[in-house]
DNA sequence: TAGATTGTTAATCGATTAACAATC
DNA sequence: TAGATTGTTAATCGATTAACAATC
């Protein structure tokens, strides 16, 4: 059977066809990152292909699981050959939305605030830190790599004059929360806290905490366990 | 019947006795330091009493899943009343090895490391952060809050003399395997890796990365689901 | 055609949570 | 005793993975 390009088209096995998707699974959400990192290293070294056995070796994860978590991509696959590394990379970033670029602020400009805006690689990665602020008077009006520090007071103004999305809380623990609070007032939907406390948030607002101390206490009880002589289950990620 | 000290004790309900018990599941495992971080919290406005239903809402969890997470512990809750906040923070530190000290050492004194060094509280927190090396040799010699930074030449010898048990790698993703390799020879245990790449390490030893790329990646996800007016599930959190 | 690898099914495993008897 | 809350069971849900037909 030929193409014959009378009739209304199908697009029965057009790949691009509307894709109408189901939730992809959260589990797969969190590992897709690293996929894209990984298969990002592959480019720099000039490989065209990879298998899921290969990305799975590279990624410490089972092969099955790789092409479970791509599927929900699309079936970008060659049977027989694998993927191929620059297509999936496109594909990856348009499912996590990397296509666009997502405007960030960065508050509190102590040590890690600015290490995060400085060398946090958010800006090169689309999440351009278009602006830090500080409380501490002494410290607005300092220079934070290309970005002077700003006054907290003019943190609500800004984010919804420049329709800011998402907001890293690099304060301290007793501030969070009020930080957070004027964030959301403000149209923010997304945060990445690193400061040791549970925030309280409305529905639909997406917090993700980086708790340095909770990691390491994790790593304690393995540590705790490896000295009671127990086999350590080959590895934690997060 | 009251209590006849002749025959042999079988301590049928001494809550002491010898627990022989079985593995925690790791997702709870992962909550038993928010537990820990809000029952301190709770300490300090002098509550000496919490139930399941408070730390829930604080956790923002179930109250099922708070209770199941504390039972792996021991049963330590009196019914109709709820759980003691100090006694639970000492189960909790005593089941994740909390109250042992962990010595850590951080690898990379640029922005980041320092940031750890100085800021992370690790030391305030049970992981006493003893040596800060880098192989930069203009940074070698320089202060970091009380340390000063090391060659990382010395790294090996140091982790074997000292017993380390802890990494924690602060350095450039070209350099975090060869570090890596490094600490294990050298007998360490534990990494807590903020290199965006996935450490290839033996079977045994326990890795938790720290990508803050990732963390974004999966905020953006949510944004542009947001974007596209789909329903958020409420939170999700590391 | 022979060999390789995907995409998907189905079995299994682990995590979550509603429900409620036990008990303070 | 009445009210509250734990500890645990069992149902359910979601994640993982072995296996294999499809197919390059």
Redesign the interface.
């Given at each position: 059977m030929t193409a014959l390009n009378k009739a209304p088209q199908k697009n029965i096995d057009d790949k691009s066809a509307s894709p109408r998707r189901r939730?992809i699974p959260?589990a797969a959400?969190?590992r897709?990152?690293?996929y894209?990192?990984?298969l990002t290293?592959l480019q720099l070294t000039e490989t065209s292909q990879v298998s899921s056995d290969q990305l799975a070796a590279?990624?410490?994860v089972n092969a099955a699981k790789v092409r479970k978590d791509l599927s929900y991509l699309g079936t970008y696959g060659t049977r027989g050959v694998g993927y191929e590394v620059a297509f999936l990379i496109y594909q990856i970033k348009r499912?996590?939305?990397?296509l666009?670029q997502?405007k960030?602020i960065v508050v509190g400009a102590?040590?890690?605030g600015?290490?995060?805006t400085?060398?946090?690689?958010?800006t090169s990665?689309?999440?351009p830190v278009v602006a830090i602020f500080d409380v501490d008077p002494r410290k607005v009006g300092t220079r934070v790599g290309d970005l002077s520090v700003r006054n907290l007071d003019e943190m609500k103004d800004f984010v919804r004059a420049n329709g800011v999305?998402?907001g890293v809380l690099a304060v301290p623990s007793t501030a969070a929360q009020s930080v957070a609070d004027d964030l959301i007032a403000a149209g923010i939907?997304?945060?990445?806290n690193f400061a040791?406390?549970?925030l309280?948030?409305p529905?639909?607002?997406?917090?993700?905490?980086?708790?340095?101390?909770?990691?390491?206490?994790?790593?304690?009880?393995?540590?705790?366990?490896?000295?009671q002589g127990?086999?350590?289950?080959?590895?934690?990620?997060?």
């Open positions: 939730r959260s959400v969190n897709l990152p690293v894209l990192q990984i290293d590279l990624a410490n499912e996590l939305g990397l666009s997502w960030t102590g040590n890690l600015s290490a995060i400085v060398n946090g690689g958010f990665r689309g999440f999305h998402i939907g997304s945060l990445l040791p406390v549970v309280t948030t529905k639909g607002v997406t917090v993700r905490n980086v708790d340095l101390g909770v990691e390491l206490q994790i790593l304690g009880y393995h540590e705790q366990l490896r000295g127990v086999t350590q289950p080959s590895r934690v990620t997060v």
